[in-house]
């Protein structure tokens, strides 16, 4: 049986929120959760939850992070930026390896594969990535968003 832990990890700027989903036994790899972005990390939860858990119980070490502004870590959206998100994401495939050996898996939910690829693009390593319904152009999920922060302003 899997266990959960939840802590704050010290970060450039401020505290960012975790949840660890541990295996009973030695880890047969790591996982880090690039988590989808913005109003779709509140409405994804419950899932990735599962599935963390899901992932622990087959032997896997798995990071669920709050990025800058998002969720439960510190700081405001409005402070956040895509290069702090960068770091989020280097701070936690860093915290991983640094609990166990493995080969460490990049789990990328939604607007959280853009800023995967970025990752990835600027020098990130991992040796697997597992893509969920990933948005494919930023741009376009920008607009989404914009066009629902319009109708929930005139609500």
């Given at each position: 049986m899997s266990a959960r832990e939840a802590f704050f990890a010290d970060a450039a700027f401020g505290q960012r929120f975790c949840i660890v989903n541990r295996p009973s036994g030695q880890p047969r790899g790591l996982v880090l959760l690039v988590p989808p972005?913005?109003?779709e990390l509140n409405k994804s939860r419950r899932m990735?939850?599962?599935a963390a858990h899901a992932l622990a119980d087959a032997g896997l070490l798995v990071l669920r992070m709050d990025l800058h502004?998002?969720?439960?870590s510190s700081g405001d959206l409005a402070d956040?930026?895509?290069?702090t998100w960068i770091d989020d994401v280097?701070?936690?495939?860093a915290w991983l390896r640094s609990q166990a050996d493995g080969p460490l898996f990049i789990w990328a939910v939604r607007g959280g594969a853009l800023l995967a690829g970025d990752w990835l693009a600027r020098g990130g390593r991992c040796d697997g990535l597992m893509l969920w319904h990933p948005v494919l152009e930023g741009r376009r999920n920008l607009v989404q968003f914009l066009r629902l922060a319009a109708v929930a302003h005139w609500q």
């Open positions: 972005l913005l109003e990735c939850a599962l502004g998002c969720g439960d956040a930026s895509w290069g280097e701070r936690g495939a």
